[in-house]
């Protein structure tokens, strides 16, 4: 049993257009919205990779994991078998969502997670701004949550959700008084290095960061200039990563989502691929610059 691919995210904001317009405008994701005022962003052929809700709270919801129909009801087994309470998605929420069926639960550090089998067909992808993603089989892009749990946590995604183990990060403490930074990055069934990661410490917008891929670096400078013409905060400079290769920036989206715009992750083999064991994060750059 694994983890085919991050389907799906799900963000809330007062304001759905807002995330519209920077989806479009900046990311150059197809938008539409539905009737019950949320906006669908997407990127690829899949009916949506970001549900963005009307909600008074703002932030990341969650994300939803897609599984083989023949692996779901095994799945569900055993997240039952190590004591995790499920809800199973009625008709309207799975039509929310575009699969067949999902289940959400809480993760040993309280995210919420959806697994799901089996996507509703999507159509023809274009970008308004005639950009192309690495996505489709490879999922969104990935999604790097706060894990409070942290041994708990990872342990949960290796071992109950099915992620394989890319990386061990561990950092110096970022000031004195705190631990070292330690952060596990999981590959789902695919080639992407990593489609989760757990770091051992809080996101106030409930993750520490979600990333999109394009598929050339002028995509990725052009993308540069979009979000400073716009006057977006920029939380890290250009930079590459050491474990996936991965040469990005990250800037800050509508309800506090940080977002890593990147090219060049490496893609690997799984059956000929050990873990890594590593104390650098990247290569050069990088310079990181959170709001207050």
């Known amino acids: 049993m694994a983890v085919s691919s991050l389907g799906y995210v799900r963000i809330g904001i007062r304001d759905p257009q807002e995330w519209a317009k920077v989806g479009q405008d900046i990311l150059g994701f197809e938008s539409a919205t539905v009737e019950d005022g949320s906006v669908r962003l997407r990127l690829d052929e899949a009916p949506f990779r970001y549900l963005i809700e009307e909600a008074e709270a703002e932030g990341f919801i969650c994300a939803g994991w897609e599984y083989p129909a023949v692996d779901y009801d095994a799945l569900l087994a055993a997240l039952a078998e190590n004591g995790v309470d499920l809800n199973e998605g009625n008709v309207d929420a799975c039509a929310a969502r575009a699969v067949a069926a999902f289940t959400s639960f809480s993760d040993p550090s309280g995210n919420t997670v959806e697994v799901f089998h089996t996507r509703d067909k999507g159509s023809a992808f274009s970008s308004p701004l005639n950009l192309n993603y690495v996505a489709d089989n490879l999922g969104l892009g990935h999604v790097v949550l706060p894990a409070m749990e942290h041994a708990l946590t990872c342990e949960f995604y290796e071992n109950v959700l099915g992620f394989g183990l890319s990386d061990e990060l561990?950092?110096?403490?970022?000031?004195?008084?705190?631990?070292?930074?330690?952060?596990?990055?999981?590959?789902?069934?695919?080639?992407?290095?990593?489609?989760?990661?757990?770091?051992?410490?809080?996101?106030?917008?409930?993750?520490?960061?979600?990333?999109?891929?394009?598929?050339?670096?002028?995509?990725?400078?052009?993308?540069?200039?979009?979000?400073?013409?716009?006057?977006?905060?920029?939380?890290?400079?250009?930079?590459?990563?050491?474990?996936?290769?991965?040469?990005?920036?990250?800037?800050?989206?509508?309800?506090?989502?940080?977002?890593?715009?990147?090219?060049?992750?490496?893609?690997?083999?799984?059956?000929?691929?050990?873990?890594?064991?590593?104390?650098?994060?990247?290569?050069?750059?990088?310079?990181?610059?959170?709001?207050?």
């Open 170 to 292: 561990k950092l110096p403490p970022p000031m004195e008084g705190v631990p070292e930074m330690q952060i596990n990055f999981y590959h789902a069934d695919n080639p992407r290095h990593h489609s989760v990661a757990c770091f051992n410490g809080p996101a106030p917008s409930g993750v520490i960061h979600l990333m999109t891929e394009y598929t050339t670096v002028d995509q990725v400078g052009e993308c540069l200039d979009r979000v400073t013409r716009a006057g977006l905060p920029i939380t890290a400079s250009i930079g590459r990563h050491v474990n996936d290769n991965m040469l990005s920036f990250y800037f800050l989206c509508p309800g506090g989502i940080p977002m890593e715009v990147g090219y060049d992750g490496e893609q690997f083999d799984w059956s000929k691929t050990e873990p890594t064991y590593s104390t650098v994060g990247d290569h050069w750059g990088h310079e990181y610059n959170f709001p207050e």
